[in-house]
């Protein structure tokens, strides 16, 4: 075969329709070898490609057909796949070429005739394919038939009751047991998409067409065992026994070369192992998940960045995967952003008191480095260290003052949004601090910043002299604060009150504050908290005490964890979009199927006291909008309806349920060895989700630089 | 639907295989990442449209969907159409693809049905798929019967036909190390992408067996003690290997495809030996001077060498000047890349090799914040392996029972991931930098420009 390059590159030039249809015309006479006609097809191809209508020349290119050269004919079928649509009135002239073509003896033609016919959806076109489409999935080139097995799916998609009517389903399903495997995972993939529509027929296979189609894996092309595997999602286990006997089918394919069959590979065993009971088996699968996903690293960023989001998941699931390989995802110095972001938080979840030293060190070298974002995550990765992992609090306090030394202002900043969590889970153990952070609070220039600052001035306004001095700089620039920082500076100058109720300064800071927020705020939030205030203090300030200086409950790292349940279904689309964004993706495409464990017999207990029903509601048409164009917002401090940010299970109310089952997976298997990880929680009493919608951590917690989709259709209309 | 951008956001090849997108998504593309240059993810999603590109040579390999795709399948689709790009036409670049597109259309339509990636062998895509012209009535039934069974079969990476004079084996075992070392010398991360590429040239339908050390350990969990052996934490094989039957007995045997593949890929942790030992030792001295002293010293027997060593020592980024002097092999100051790049041409086993140099600083005030990158090595040593594989034999059964070569060779490599952090044994230039800014005047200055930076990326 020659690798002779081409030198087509010519071509790419604007070209007039009456040009090319007078050079058309003149092809037809003295055109020996069809060198003329060739060329002018390719010319036309070319403007297609740039985006220029060439759909007025249709009665000129037709007619091509009856050139007997394999290129040309492949070039006119382009051009019919590419206009046919806007031509229904004159799209009949091709049907009887399309019939011969359909009729062909060579097999590679047969299958090019019904492939591009079927991706011409008009009636017309769809009617003559019908009849053929019959005859070719009955071909007996495997060849003609596995392109008709995809053809139904087009076919379906055109007009779904059409093509039930014409037998092709049960034709389809028939094909799943083709001798040849190739068919096999086309039909399985077109049933797959038959299936996963809203107004499809349900799909679903039984234990002796799975073992079948796993048979037919072997034999299969990468692509086809994608197909075949994924479509093991549609066998529900009955018994234990089972899904342990598909699984150890399926594990053998973890060692393919290609990334997508191996997490297609581990989303099959992740559902099939809430169907089994024996713990040897499942610690056995787990422990062979753990090595291919590490050298999914080594691939090409972008499948890295696939295999890291969907790790960050698995992890969360199954802890003692990759338990004790923090060390891979330390970040290199040259990996692409999206890489290093998605590292970073793997590293966090792994973390623990053993690792805790060498994965501070490594976040410490981060926060020297110069994407801002990166930098910053990284800053907020050591405080969330501090929290999670008590032991390395000291060590990470320490590393966040030496950050502080920078000067850095978004890292100064970081760090003190940090900060002021690290004494909240640990009061009375870091205060000593505070005057190295009031050193530098002209630096904080961010809402975010700014709140935590007041607030830890606020709350420990009775260990500080100069509290009273700090707070009146501060609330000097209070009506051109954001509301967030207006929020923090009342509640701090009323504690300040509380503390120093002789102090006159304090009286009347206090009494500034309130008439601000209560006489020139049109904010209702933050004037009704005035209005609050004030009648506690005027009532009965010991009570007002006791409110506003009420212990707060323990800060845990909790509610950075997903919920099993909504993991449960989350890993149901492992390698997809929706395991990209962790969004189930009935939440941000429209017609997407949701998916959802089906209680049998066999389903593990404690997966079913999460199990989360898929929520068939629909996208509104008019998705709501929120940002204009421009980068990913990393830090969106907008509410966002649709999507919420937090992890959260897709129903309303369902919330409590899923939080009890999230403690009842401690006594599972002894696969589940969370317990150790996690420090003292009150369960069901997050305390980060109150402050959440005070808006104090920035509107959507921890995860709220995570990429996300952009609901924005509008950009999309052009 | 299917798109290659060049740089300028041009759209070279736009192929729709679904009716719910137009060809208009082509500008959405364009606006939101060629034409952006702060682009942070392979994938963007607006509304319920996806973008996944990858690039090479300034190429945006494109996907568009509005499913729930598989998005390690269509990046590793993405890969495939580039790897048979280059085995038709050489290079993927914008030249490349503007002078073979109708035969990228004929390709994309053959290898993608409707979304759904379909035969993507090389070999057999170019059993009929060509540049040369076919008459569509000239194809014998039998010959196109015998292209779709090896497009649809169970082997479908290999003819039946091959044949050669003289029946040959390549084995070229290739390992890239990975390192990265703390600036106080602990390793922090080293280990081997293995990878087994591997020529056949061999006549029919040959059956082949492949052995690896004696004590190899390929699965951890089974590990048996033994401390000298060879352990791979994992391995991923060619398709035309049989998976079952490596699962079962650890054999590795397989029908290989004609010419070129890779036959396996592995990743050790274990027991690595890293081929070259660097120190290195940086001093501030002053504001206005920098002092290097780096070492390489070559770690294996000394009948080995390595070859190609090129080591990049990165300087601040007011660096004016470096005088470097240095023993064996060259080294230059690079102002464009804020990089010493030292050369050398060959390490022998054993060997030391010293580079001491200053670089001389400017002292304005206004800095960039500067990173300070790691050491980085590139180098290429044969006839080792890192890990300590080695093959032991590849035995070939056909049925003509032919005598066959095999050739095996060993290398073990670097290029960009073999990284040695630097200790500044000052106060860490950032900090220092930072510091002296905040008592000029320039401070103010600086921060706001900082904070310019910081508010591209929240808007």
């Known amino acids: 075969m020659s690798t002779q390059a081409g030198q087509d590159a010519k071509f790419f030039q604007r070209g007039k329709i009456q040009e090319f249809r007078a050079e058309l015309q003149a092809a037809e006479v003295k055109d020996k070898k069809f060198i003329k006609r060739k060329t002018v097809l390719k010319k036309i191809v070319a403007n297609i490609t740039m985006g220029n209508d060439m759909s007025p020349l249709f009665h000129d290119v037709v007619p091509c057909l009856g050139t007997p050269l394999l290129e040309i004919k492949k070039m006119v079928y382009l051009f019919l796949v590419s206009y046919g649509k806007s031509k229904p009135n004159e799209i009949h002239l091709v049907i009887p070429r399309f019939l011969e073509d359909c009729n062909d003896r060579n097999p590679l033609i047969r299958a090019l005739a019904i492939r591009t016919m079927s991706y011409i959806p008009i009636p017309v076109v769809t009617e003559a394919l019908t009849e053929q489409l019959r005859h070719c999935l009955k071909d007996r080139d495997p060849y003609v038939r596995k392109t008709a097995a995809i053809c139904v799916a087009k076919v379906y998609t055109a007009d779904p009751r059409k093509a039930e009517k014409a037998g092709f389903v049960e034709m389809l399903r028939d094909l799943l047991v083709d001798p040849n495997a190739t068919v096999v995972s086309n039909a399985v993939a077109a049933l797959t998409e038959i299936g996963d529509r809203t107004d499809g027929v349900f799909f679903k296979l039984n234990l002796s067409i799975a073992n079948k189609l796993l048979a037919a894996i072997g034999e299969s092309s990468e692509w086809g065992q994608i197909y075949i595997l994924d479509s093991l999602l549609r066998f529900v286990p009955e018994r234990h026994s089972d899904a342990e006997m598909l699984a150890e089918r399926v594990l053998i394919q973890l060692n393919h070369a290609n990334s997508a069959v191996v997490l297609t590979a581990i989303k099959i065993l992740l559902y099939l192992m809430n169907y089994m009971d024996n713990r040897r088996l499942i610690e056995h699968i787990c422990k062979k998940m753990g090595p291919p996903l590490v050298t999914l690293l080594s691939s090409g960023p972008e499948v890295q960045y696939v295999a890291l989001r969907n790790i960050l998941l698995i992890i969360q699931r199954r802890p003692t995967v990759l338990r004790n390989d923090v060390k891979v995802f330390f970040c290199k110095y040259n990996d692409p952003i999206y890489v290093k972001l998605a590292k970073l938080e793997i590293m966090y979840r792994l973390a623990r008191e053993e690792n805790a030293k060498e994965v501070l060190a490594e976040l410490q070298e981060y926060a020297s480095e110069v994407d801002v974002d990166f930098v910053r995550k990284a800053v907020r990765s050591i405080g969330r260290l501090a929290i999670k992992v008590e032991p390395a609090a000291d060590l990470c306090i320490k590393a966040l003052l030496d950050l502080i030394e920078t000067k850095v202002t978004y890292v100064v900043q970081e760090a003190v949004i940090v900060i002021k969590d690290i004494f909240r889970r640990y009061p009375g153990k870091y205060e000593g601090i505070i005057p190295t952070l009031c050193e530098h609070l002209d630096a904080l220039d961010e809402p975010e910043a700014k709140a935590a600052m007041i607030w830890i001035v606020g709350q420990h306004a009775d260990r500080m002299d100069n509290a009273d001095d700090l707070l009146d700089d501060l609330v000097y620039t209070f009506l051109e604060e954001p509301v967030e920082v207006q929020l923090a500076l009342l509640s701090a100058s009323v504690k300040l009150f509380i503390y120093k109720s002789k102090s006159e300064k304090a009286k009347e800071l206090v009494h500034r504050v309130l008439k601000w927020a209560t006489e020139d705020i049109d904010n209702p939030d933050l004037r009704d908290r005035g209005f609050m205030y004030w009648r506690l203090l005027a009532i009965n300030p010991g009570i007002a005490g006791e409110v506003v200086l009420a212990e707060k409950p323990a800060i845990t790292t909790d509610s950075d964890r997903m919920d099993r349940g909504a993991l449960d279904q989350l890993l149901l689309h492992t390698g997809t979009l929706g395991s990209i964004y962790h969004k189930n993706p009935e939440t941000f495409i429209r017609n997407a199927a949701g998916r959802a464990l089906t209680d049998t017999p066999a389903l593990n207990p404690n997966s079913r006291a999460v199990l989360v029903q898929v929520a068939r509601t629909q996208l509104p048409p008019t998705a709501v909008n929120i940002p204009g164009p421009g980068p990913n917002e990393p830090r969106s401090r907008k509410p966002e309806p649709p999507l919420p940010a937090k992890p959260a299970p897709p129903l309303p109310g369902e919330d409590g349920d899923a939080e009890e089952g999230g403690g009842g997976d401690e006594e599972e298997n002894g696969d589940e060895t969370e317990a150790v990880l996690r420090p003292v929680a009150v369960q069901g009493d997050d305390p980060y989700a109150g402050l959440d919608q005070l808006g104090a951590l920035g509107g959507a917690g921890y995860s709220a630089d995570n990429p996300k989709p952009k609901g924005d259709e509008d950009l999309l209309a052009f | ?459």
């Not at chain 2, 993608?112 to 039934?141: C, H, R, W």
């Open chain 2, 1 to 459: 639907a299917f798109f290659i951008f060049n740089q300028k956001g041009e759209v070279l090849i736009s192929r729709l295989y679904r009716t719910d997108l137009k060809r208009s998504i082509a500008d959405v593309f364009r606006i939101q990442v060629v034409s952006n240059s702060d682009v942070r993810s392979p994938i963007i999603t607006l509304g319920s449209t996806s973008f996944f590109h990858v690039r090479i040579n300034n190429l945006y390999i494109v996907a568009v969907t509005k499913c729930n795709a598989n998005a390690a399948l269509v990046f590793e689709f993405c890969y495939r159409f580039i790897s048979i790009a280059k085995s038709y036409f050489g290079k993927v670049d914008e030249e490349a693809i503007k002078n073979n597109f109708v035969l990228i259309y004929e390709l994309i339509d053959e290898i993608v049905d409707f979304g759904y990636p379909q035969n993507s062998e090389i070999d057999t895509l170019k059993s009929y798929i060509t540049t040369e012209s076919v008459m569509s009535n000239s194809i014998a039934p039998e010959e196109s019967s015998k292209i779709t069974s090896q497009a649809t079969g169970a082997i479908s990476w290999r003819r039946g036909d091959v044949k050669y004079k003289k029946n040959e084996a390549f084995v070229d075992v290739v390992e890239t190390v990975n390192l990265s070392m703390s600036a106080k010398g602990t390793i922090l991360r080293a280990d081997v992408d293995g990878h087994i590429q591997m020529r056949a040239y061999l006549t029919g339908t040959p059956e082949c067996k492949f052995g690896l050390n004696d004590k190899l350990v390929i699965d951890k969990n089974d590990r048996t003690g033994a401390s000298d052996a060879v352990e791979l934490d994992d391995c991923r094989f060619h398709q035309c290997v049989r998976l079952n039957e490596f699962d079962a007995s650890r054999t590795i045997s397989f029908v290989p495809p004609d010419g070129e593949f890779e036959l396996m890929r592995y990743r050790a942790t274990s027991n690595v030996k890293l081929p070259l030992r660097v120190l290195a030792n940086v001093n501030e001295l002053g504001t206005t001077r920098v002092s290097y002293d780096v070492s390489v010293k070559a770690n294996f027997g000394n009948k080995l060498s390595a070859t190609n060593v090129v080591i990049r020592i990165p300087t601040p980024l007011n660096t004016t000047n470096v005088d470097c002097k240095v023993a064996t092999g060259k080294a230059k100051y690079v102002p464009a890349e804020n990089v010493v790049v030292w050369k050398i041409p060959r390490v022998q086993g054993g060997q030391e090799c010293t580079f001491t140099a200053m670089a001389e600083l400017t002292s304005t005030t206004t800095r960039q914040v500067w990173a300070r990158p790691p050491i980085d090595v590139d180098f290429q040593v044969l006839m080792f392996t890192a890990s300590g594989l080695i093959v032991r034999f590849l035995k070939v059964f056909e049925k003509s029972n032919y005598h066959s070569i095999k050739w095996v060779r060993y290398l073990t490599k670097a290029s960009g991931t073999y990284q040695i952090r630097v200790r500044w044994s000052c106060a860490f230039i950032t900090r220092y930098w930072l510091t002296s800014a905040c008592c000029s005047t320039d401070l103010v200055l600086r921060l706001v420009m900082v904070y310019v930076t910081l508010r591209s990326y929240a808007i």
